[in-house]
T-cell receptor, first 114, second 109 residues
Framework: KAGVTQTPRYLIKTRGQQVTLSCSPISGHRSVSWYQQTPGQGLQFLFEYFSETQRNKGNFPGRFSGRQFSNSRSEMNVSTLELGDSALYLC?????????????FGPGTRLTVL | QKEVEQNSGPLSVPEGAIASLNCTYSDRGSQSFFWYRQYSGKSPELIMFIYSNGDKEDGRFTAQLNKASQYVSLLIRDSQPSDSATYLCAMKGAGKSTFGDGTTLTVKP
């Protein structure tokens, strides 16, 4: 079974621009979560989507948003990029449902903001 | 206080030894506990999960959970140089998953 895929793998943007990252979960997985990983802050939860609805949200400004499509694929968007948004953005999927809490990560998108 | 605290590293053990990684958490509502391994420049890889008090073994890995003490650990037996990585402890309650900052393990040949 194919793993979680993320596109693009690398991205360079300038301050003020916006960016959209994409995530395709493992086949059959219905929950997708997004994380930001930086050397200083570690792995920080952004949001989780299940059945096209945001179920949980972390402590990030409104510039960070996401959505999920009917095929469980998800996108996240960051508007008005800041230098501090440079990070590895990770997507993780899980089956969802009672007892299915194991998450599997994609390879990540490395975002650099200049 | 952080929600998830991992023992500060880096941790260095000789090849063949037992590596012990520890994690404490503050949210008593946490129900599921995970250990991820992350090689430099790569994404986290799930290596163990445990939901009930006690021990869970998988090959050279043993996860231990004590909900009363809010403590979870990972033991790696017969450590190999290929085990050198950062190990992340994570937990999930009714809401989001929370990760520790990680402990970097180096296994010296």
């Amino acid at each position: 079974k194919a793993g979680v895929t993320q596109t693009p793998r690398y991205l360079i943007k300038t301050r003020g621009q916006q960016v959209t990252l994409s995530c395709s979960p493992i086949s059959g997985h219905r929950s997708v979560s997004w994380y930001q990983q930086t050397p200083g802050q570690g792995l920080q939860f952004l949001f989780e989507y299940f059945s096209e609805t945001q179920r949980n949200k972390g402590n990030f400004p409104g510039r960070f948003s996401g959505r999920q499509f009917s095929n469980s694929r998800s996108e996240m968007n960051v508007s008005t990029l800041e230098l501090g948004d440079s990070a590895l953005y990770l997507c993780a999927s899980r089956l969802a449902g009672e007892g299915y809490n194991e998450q599997f990560f994609g390879p990540g998108t490395r975002l650099t903001v200049l | 206080q952080k929600e998830v605290e991992q023992n500060s590293g880096p941790l260095s053990v000789p090849e063949g030894a037992i590596a012990s990684l520890n994690c404490t958490y503050s949210d008593r509502g946490s129900q599921s506990f995970f250990w991820y391994r992350q090689y430099s420049g790569k994404s986290p890889e799930l290596i163990m999960f445990i939901y009930s008090n006690g021990d869970k073994e998988d090959g050279r890995f043993t996860a231990q959970l004590n909900k009363a003490s809010q403590y979870v650990s990972l033991l790696i037996r017969d450590s190999q140089p290929s085990d050198s990585a950062t190990y992340l402890c994570a937990m999930k309650g009714a809401g989001k998953s929370t990760f520790g900052d990680g402990t970097t393990l180096t296994v010296k040949p």
